[in-house]
């Protein structure tokens, strides 16, 4: 595989060495002339010297490729080849570089560049799977205008931009190679159109295999949505006569915005109710919104290097987010992205992958494609809206895209859009794009004669080659509550600049009950002297939904540890507030089963690890049950109502009203399933007739240790369609008993379905490993070395994959000496294995080296 010798020493880039291109590209012809293991690729590309670069050397990226020919201005360009790229003598004139390659799609189980997936021809190319293709400066800065040119016998072959006829396809937008598309196969589509708000139509299709038309439609109208709602909100406009979708099986990542052919994972795009959970529905909606927002966000503007990656990622995850909030429900969607961030990016921020949202340095892009450049880089953009207003905003945003249009840009490029329209200096800003960590605030009251101040002291830990942080500039919304619950001020943004900093309020009656960092306004770490009676009662009275959430969690979370450490029994007033929230006929009934989700064990052994305690993750997992053992007794008289109230009628729709009623029915079945021994959640699982409620019903008697019968059941009938299959791999490890997921993920690696080469497969078992906290750290060290064995196995086919999967380990530190030593050892063994790839190398070695 690539950067297979274990001699060379991995490669370094850093941001501070950047140059401009030696050569410009104007236009790229491309022929393919395609078959399964010989696949020729015709190239000709017209250069023209940059006048910008400082160096000449003509230098074309280009991996795993066979060289036919190579000839500049039609004579041998007497190329020098490498593992890496080829160079050339080039004038210093505009010239033509044509070239022909052969490379074989058929072996490519890295699926990076041209691939094979299930007999279908497909690329992925973002960051750096250009280079497979062909020879080419494959770097974002580069971008040229693409003709394609298909030969071959699949009835289906389609590239970027407008259809010529013949399998031969021109994009008119010039574009970054990472962005080219080709595949080619036996497909059908699930079409339609779209008007656009100038009045142009454009061709809109879903392309699938045979058996999955069915499995369109609501993909069609989550794009229909988003290209009306990226229209209304940003004005922004879809740029060509067509748009194309295609579903493949065998994809690394979720989805790719490739200009006018976005590829998807088909996890991520077919759904029906009969196969899809309401979060499946909801996932695949953000993803194609995301994919489709792309177009102006990264394909019109992109990244000048990857550095920038956060420019591109961060901005367009942001307005994803402000879709599904505006589709749905703002308050849910937001404790959800809260929820997914503190499990990921804070984990990360807190341990030795640490990196700034904008890193400094990388061997391998593909390892940063992280929750910290992808959701705290969505979380900068939050904050520089709160700081600077809605109406600047956007007016900045309208400058970015009238000024960048056509071009590679840098996160300089996108601030200093923001400072000419508000006038502002945004250097301390920009501090959160080269300082990784996640900062602790921490916050003290003082309350006299009407006046209330708080005073916010932060503080950012060192992460790895950052010892030393500056204070960052930090929205914190705080709005402040009386004694009867009502809002005595309403919410203010109190911008914290200094290591310290006070913020007085005025002309107060009584000292108030504060409510901060409202909407989660910062991702910080909030640390606050509250008692349990003052979390109680902003769960019952807060009207920031978020904080109302948000007090629920850190009562959860406090008489959790509790348990833990001190061997306290459930919290009655933790049980009173539960049994109010569920009585609460005002709140939204997905509010309810959010604040009835109890924190994962892995924020628990963080919070423990945080406050000196070495977390034992058996013992959570026992805390856990023994919890919900306890809310399920506390709420026995109310689960029946509940459940029978929550039931929606009539055909499904997977509107976030009706899954919203199906998750708070769900919460009830899952209690109820403690104390009736499975009767009704076996019920629902035979009768159900959508995937919601039949998988709910799955997982509610597998967490309940009665669920063996009802897998076996849902095995069966669903063994030909291979996402619910994946759906049950995962339950199996993740509802594992305790310490039994080593075991039952072993077992399944053996059954006839497991594919290691299909990274959804892949996934779903060792991904559900990973994230069973207990099973994962069973005290043997099983977990660990079978992960490590797989790690390895797979870094053979798919280094991508097998790197993004090792962060298993990155809270390897937290453990005891016994854990921490085999943990050691899996990963040793890993770095030690033969032939590993640079991605993974890198891994593994910032995990240990930290
Ligand atoms: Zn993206």
């Known amino acids: 595989m690539k950067d297979a010798s274990p001699a060379a020493a991995p490669l370094e880039i850093f941001l501070s060495d950047y140059t401009p291109p030696a050569y410009l590209v104007d236009t790229v012809e491309l022929v393919f002339k395609l078959h399964p293991t010989a696949t020729r ?37 007497n190329a020098k080849i490498t593992d890496l790229g080829l160079t050339a003598q080039a004038p210093d004139a505009p010239f033509v570089f044509e070239a022909e390659v052969e490379i074989s799609p058929q072996t490519n189980t890295a699926l990076e560049g041209l691939y094979m997936s299930n007999g279908m021809y497909c690329t992925q190319c973002e960051a750096e799977g250009f280079r497979k293709i062909t020879y080419y ?75 999955d038309l069915n499995k369109c439609a609501f993909g069609m109208d989550a794009l229909k949505r988003s290209m009306k709602w990226d229209e209304e909100v940003y004005g922004r406009e879809y740029d060509l006569d067509l748009f194309n979708i295609v579903a493949v099986d065998d994809f690394n ?10 590829i998807f994972n088909s996890s991520a795009v077919l759904a029906s109710p009969e196969t899809s959970t309401d979060a499946n529905f909801e996932r695949i909606e953000a ?115 009238t000024r960048h249009d056509g071009q590679a840009c840098t996160i300089e490029d996108w601030l200093a859009c923001f400072e000419e329209v508000t006038g502002r200096d945004l250097t301390q800003f920009k501090l959160w794009y080269s300082q990784a960590g996640t900062p602790r605030v921490a916050v003290k009251e003082a309350w006299s004669e009407g006046t209330y101040t708080l005073t916010f002291t932060q503080d950012t830990p060192p992460t790895p080659g950052q010892d030393v942080k500056d204070p960052k500039v930090i929205p914190i919304a705080v709005g402040l509550l009386n004694d009867a619950g009502e809002e005595v001020h309403a919410t203010r943004i109190c911008e914290m600049t200094d290591v310290v900093h006070a913020f007085r309020f005025t002309g107060l009656d009584a000292k108030p009950v504060p409510s901060i960092n409202r909407g989660f306004s910062a991702p910080i770490i909030l640390e606050q002297d509250q008692d ?107 689960l029946p109502r509940i459940y029978a109230e929550m039931q929606v009628d009539g055909p499904f729709s997977p509107d976030a009203e009706a899954a919203g009623k199906r998750a708070w029915g769900n919460v009830a079945l899952s209690l109820l399933t403690r104390l009736d021994g499975g009767a009704q959640a076996r019920t629902q699982f035979e009768s159900a007739d959508n995937m919601t409620q039949q998988l709910s019903a799955l997982g509610a008697l597998l967490r309940a240790e009665v669920g063996e019968e ?74 660990y070395a079978l992960l490590a064995d797989w790690l390895i196995k797979l870094d053979a086919k798919n280094p991508q994959t097998a790197a993004r999967m090792s962060t298993a380990f990155e809270t390897w530190k937290r453990y005891d000496a016994d854990r921490q030593a085999m943990m050691r050892e899996a990963l040793e063994r890993m770095k030690a294995a033969s032939n590993l790839s640079g991605d993974l190398l890198e891994m593994v070695t910032r995990i240990l080296n930290a």
């Open 287 to 401: 993803i194609i919104a995301h994919e489709y927002f792309h177009n102006w966000t990264g394909n019109r503007i992109t990244c000048r290097d990857w550095f920038q990656l956060c420019l591109k990622e961060g901005l367009t995850v942001y307005r994803d987010s402000q879709f599904t909030a505006d589709e749905r429900s703002p308050a849910v969607k937001r404790i959800e992205d809260v929820i997914a961030l503190r499990a990921r990016q804070f984990r990360e921020d807190n341990g030795p992958l640490a990196h700034p949202v904008r890193p400094e340095s990388f061997v391998e892009i593909n390892n940063f494609y992280t929750a910290t450049v992808y959701e705290k880089g969505a979380e900068v953009i939050g904050m520089l809206k709160t700081l600077i207003g809605d109406e600047a905003y956007y007016k900045g945003c309208d400058l970015y895209f």
């Open 41 to 77: 690729v015709l190239s000709k590309i017209a250069f023209r010297p940059n006048p910008e670069a400082t160096d000449r050397t003509f230098y074309l990226h280009g991996e795993q490729l066979k060289l036919i020919s190579a000839t500049i201005d039609g004579k041998d360009a």
């Open 710 to 783: 009802a897998s076996n059941a849902f095995c069966e009938q669903w063994k030909d369609d291979r996402l619910v299959i994946d759906k049950w791999f995962a339950m199996q490890v993740s509802y594992a008993k305790l310490d039994a997921a080593p075991a039952t993920a072993k077992a399944l690696t053996n059954h006839p379905d497991f594919d290691m080469t299909n990274p959804n497969r892949f996934r779903a078992v060792f991904g559900a490993l990973a994230g069973n906290t207990a099973g994962f750290h069973s005290p043997d060290g099983s977990g």
């Open 137 to 211: 400066p494959d770097r974002p800065d580069v971008m040229g205008v693409f003709t394609v040119t298909i030969e071959g016998s699949e009835p289906v072959k389609l590239s970027n931009g407008n259809d010529l006829g013949g399998g031969k396809w021109h994009d008119p937008w010039p574009k970054p190679a990472y962005l080219f598309a080709l595949v080619a196969g036996d497909l059908v589509n699930h079409p339609d159109t779209f008007n656009t708000m100038s009045g142009k139509q454009v061709e809109l299709n879903i392309w699938v295999r045979k058996g």
């Open 532 to 638: 349990n009676a003052t979390r109680a009662f902003l769960l019952a009275h807060d009207t920031d939904p978020f904080n109302k959430w948000e007090a629920g969690r850190a009562l959860a979370r406090d008489v959790m540890i509790r348990m833990v450490t001190e061997d306290a029994t459930p919290d009655q007033a933790y049980l009173d507030a539960l049994l109010a929230v569920a009585r609460d006929d005002t709140l939204d009934p997905a509010f309810k089963a959010l604040a009835f989700s109890t924190p994962s064990a892995d924020d628990i052994a963080q919070a423990l690890f945080d406050g000196g305690v070495t977390p034992d993750p058996t013992k959570i997992y026992n805390t856990t049950q023994t919890l919900r053992q306890s809310v399920a007794h506390a709420m026995q008289d109310t």
């Open 253 to 262: 990542m979720g989805a790719m915005e490739n200009k006018g052919l976005n």
